[in-house]
């Protein structure tokens, strides 16, 4: 097992991610700094945009990790950026190629494999902690036909080790993580754009007012999304303000 972190082992939960909070609560020094509260199963695990995480008991990974990076709270989509990438590279290393549909889903063949849910603390101008939760489709076969998901074992066609494979991304965590901390972020910049679904091609898009085709230009350091339409007219989105049509 990684010893860069404590793992909290439970049964069953509501939300990892509520539990990583309760603990943040209860001791505000930084011993719980990677801190890693990892569930068998999920009562009401919680997605982004108050949706919810519904995962099989004991097939999938779900897990929050207490990440304490020393970096200011405008630059927090950089957190985003580097979770994204890292499970990139454990992906790549299984010979999986995978996508990233902003903000930061990860797709493989546009289906979804894992959502990332993070929770910032902010103190003053910088992130006190950052709660990464994470949800990675590992042995489940199937999914409800609107989920449009996919899982290790769907790709693959073997069955995984669950907490083996926790301890194999945390290498690729380790890896990219201190390029949070060191303000040297082009690098995490470069490759998030570089496995950014629809930065080549146009792809379709739903915001308030219409569908539209579009194809991505920038991500800002807001984390916003800039997207170019064929006439050249350029559109800014922030979170829940537009989606992409699959
Ligand atoms: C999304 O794609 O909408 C984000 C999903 C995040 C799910 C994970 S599972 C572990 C952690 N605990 C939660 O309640 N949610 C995150």
């Known amino acids: 097992m990684n010893t860069n972190y404590k793992i909290i082992e439970l049964p069953e939960v509501d939300s990892t991610n509520n539990y990583a909070h309760n603990l943040l609560e209860a001791t505000s020094d930084s011993s719980l700094c990677n801190t890693i509260v ?3 199963y999920q009562t009401a695990g919680r997605g982004a945009y108050q949706n919810s995480w519904e995962s099989k008991k004991n097939e999938n990974l779900t897990f929050s990790i207490i990440f304490c990076p020393q970096i200011e709270a405008k630059n927090q989509f950089i957190i985003s950026k580097m979770v994204s990438f890292s499970l990139i590279n454990y992906l790549k290393n299984l010979k999986i190629d995978a996508q990233i549909k902003w903000p930061n889903d990860i797709l493989v ?18 992130i006190s902690d950052s709660i990464i939760g994470i949800g990675f489709n590992i042995n489940q076969l199937e999914f409800g036909n609107e989920l449009n998901a996919t899982s290790l074992s769907l790709e693959k066609k073997v069955l995984f080790d669950v907490k083996k494979e926790l301890d194999v991304f945390l290498t690729f965590f380790d890896e990219l993580k201190f390029y949070c901390s060191e303000k040297n972020y082009n690098f995490i910049n470069l490759e998030y754009m570089n496995y950014l679904l629809g930065k080549d091609d146009y792809l379709r898009y739903r915001d308030s007012n219409g569908e539209f085709d579009a194809k ?20 800014k989105f922030g979170f829940k303000e537009v989606e992409l049509v699959l």
């Open 216 to 235: 991505i230009h920038e991500i800002d350091e807001f984390g916003r999304l800039i997207v170019k339409l064929k006439t050249g007219e350029q559109r």
């Open 38 to 40: 990892l569930a068998d």
């Open 109 to 126: 063949n546009k289906k979804k494999i894992a959502g990332i849910l993070i929770e910032n603390s902010i103190i003053g101008s910088k």
